[in-house]
Every structure is written in C-alpha cells, then in structure tokens.
Nanobody, 125 residues
C-alpha cells in the first residue's frame, strides 16, 4: 500500500517561512514526479510545485516562483516544500502527490496516482 504523509504545516505571520515535508512509503520510491498542490476554502485544488525523481527538473506555479522551493531526499523517501515570504493568499491545505506511471507530467491532478491527507497552512496578515 502506498502512503504519503505530509507534515510541517501551521500558523505563520505574513513574510514568514514554513517547510513542509512529505514522507512516502517504499512502494512510491520509484516515482517519476512528486508534486505539491493546495486547496483554499471555496476554491479548487491547484498545482504548486513538482520535482522529478532525479531532482534535475522542478516546476512551479507562477505565484510561488522565487518564494517556494521543492526538493527531495530519496534516501529518506521525503520531498520538501520550503515556503518563504508567505502571504495570506498562500493559506490552504497543502497536499503532496506521487506519480508512479511512466512520464513526467505534473500540473494536473489527473497526472498523479497517490495523494496524502494534507496539512493546513495558515498565513495571518
């Protein structure tokens, strides 16, 4: 069974930082892409960032480019999302997702095979 577990969410003031972690089970260790999505209240879930397994390719939503950094540690079966200069509009539940099918496709929910339960990030103004 594939499991993805997010951690690191919380409450932070605008301008602050958080680092999210996504630890995944061994069956997902051969992933092609790991991604982060978020869903704010009343909105659809949206793509935030993604990374290829080698780490050589990373992708970001325009609104987080330059503020967020995605990285991975395959020895620890963990992917991170470092979030700096946080804004109130970053408030959402953040989800990690794994694509284990062949191919590096990353921006759509349908590109992924497994999802975590999410972690809440709240940015106060």
């Amino acid at each position: 069974q594939v499991q993805l577990v997010e951690s690191g969410g919380g409450l932070v003031q605008a301008g602050g930082s958080l680092r999210l972690s996504c630890t995944f089970s061994e069956r997902a260790a051969g992933y092609y892409v790991m991604g982060w999505f978020r869903q704010a209240p009343g909105k659809e879930r949206e793509f935030v960032a993604a990374i290829s397994r080698s780490g050589s390719r990373t992708y970001y939503q325009d609104s987080v480019e330059g503020r967020f950094t995605i990285s991975g540690d395959n020895a620890k079966n963990t992917v991170y999302l470092q979030m700096n200069s946080l804004k109130p509009e970053d408030t959402a539940v953040y989800y990690c997702a794994a694509r284990v099918r062949l191919g590096v496709y990353y921006s759509s929910e349908s590109n992924y095979d497994y999802w975590g339960q999410g972690t809440q990030v709240t940015v106060s103004s």
